[in-house]
């Protein structure tokens, strides 16, 4: 299990990958704070670095983190290692680099390739691997151009491959149209399934990026009640879809059903994060998580939970009969992708 394919481009990358949220720093979406609050550069650059060393060969970010200062970071991390690693991005939003500004979408098609030669240039390479469009709610109904002009740059070998960052299956569904699509991203964690749009995934053959797999760091369990985060952080700008934390604090009601699961987690030596990761990789043979970092230590445990491997079935019927979910859908066994792409999806 330790790699994973983007869907039928031929692409192998580490089943762990490494988002680029967090090494942003601050930024505003509108007039809202978005980013993680002040970051250490210097650490970041080494934190990319040290999970290369690890085995860690799938990296993701967008234009819209740190209006830009993620993909900058990132680049200058993997200059000399480009040829060996995959570089994932996303674009469909106005970033203004110097006010630290990302101001509302743009997805037409200059706008698509402006954002895509800004990305290119910020990252310092020629050609980016997964570009992915970022505009979660845009109309299922209005993809066609969005695609139109994605194979175009496709066929330029500006990028590689495309996705989209949704959290819909519908909207997934009629992405998956375009020839060069290979994966969508989507939230997913211990206490955040989405069954339908991993079928969607498994049945196409195409990857189940996760964001959000240690949701926000919370499944880490490094916050405890009473832990807080300022104004700067968005995990304490008590933003309306936020679940994880309340009031600049850790949600009581998740810190309580993560102690429920705690012990299954943190068997055979895992840590809380591994073992979140390690849910994952068991739910199904496509999913592809992307756990966020800020130190070096963080992207060493992030990595390092690749050689502990899945949890077994047994115990993924253990955490769900303890949350309480009779809805339990078995492991797959990757048979539809096999079938609908010729090949293994793991």
């Known amino acids: 299990m330790s790699t994973r ?3 039928n481009t031929g692409i192998q990358v580490s089943a762990l990958g490494l988002g680029g949220w967090t090494i942003g720093g601050p930024f505003r ?24 060393d690890l085995g860690v060969t799938f990296f993701d970010t967008a234009a819209n983190y740190g ?27 106005r970033v203004l680099d110097d006010q630290k500004l990302v101001d509302g979408p743009e997805v037409y098609q200059e706008a698509i390739r402006r954002s895509c030669e800004a990305s290119l240039r910020r990252l310092g390479t020629e050609y980016i691997d997964l570009f992915q469009f970022h505009v979660g709610d845009h109309p299922a109904d209005q993809v066609d151009d969005v695609l139109d002009t994605l194979e175009s740059l496709v066929a330029e070998g500006h990028i590689r491959a495309y996705g989209w960052s949704t959290d819909d299956p519908v909207r997934a569904r009629a992405f998956t ?11 997913l964690n211990i206490f955040e399934d989405n069954p339908e749009m991993l079928r969607l995934c498994e049945k196409i053959g195409i990857a189940s990026i996760n964001r959000g797999p240690l949701a926000m760091g919370l499944l880490t369990g490094k916050y405890a009640r009473g832990a807080r985060f300022d104004s700067t952080d968005i995990r304490g700008a008590n933003v309306p879809w936020m679940k994880y934390f309340q009031n600049g604090q850790p949600n009581p009601e998740w810190l309580a059903r993560l102690e429920q699961v705690k012990d299954i987690l943190t068997s055979q030596g895992r840590t809380l994060a591994q ?24 992207a060493e445990e ?12 047994r115990q993924m019927q253990e955490i769900d009969r303890i949350l309480g979910r009779e809805d339990f859908r078995a492991p797959s066994s990757g048979n539809e992708a096999e079938s609908a792409r010729g090949g293994s999806a793991a």
């Open 302 to 313: 992030n990595a390092r939970a690749l050689k502990f491997g899945p949890l077994t079935p």
């Open 275 to 298: 073992g979140a990761l390690a849910w994952l990789w068991a739910h199904s043979p496509v999913t592809l998580p992307i756990p966020g970092f800020r130190t070096v230590a963080q």
């Open 177 to 187: 149209a375009g020839k060069h699509c290979a994966a969508i991203q989507h939230q």
């Open 67 to 93: 209006a830009g200062h993620s993909e900058r970071i990132l680049g200058k991390a993997l200059g000399s290692h480009r040829s060996s690693v995959v570089i994932a991005t996303k674009f469909g939003y």
């Open 29 to 52: 979406g509108g007039t809202d704070e978005w980013g993680y609050g002040p970051v250490d550069d210097r650490e970041s650059i080494q934190a990319i670095q040290r999970a290369v």
């Open 5 to 7: 394919r983007l869907g």
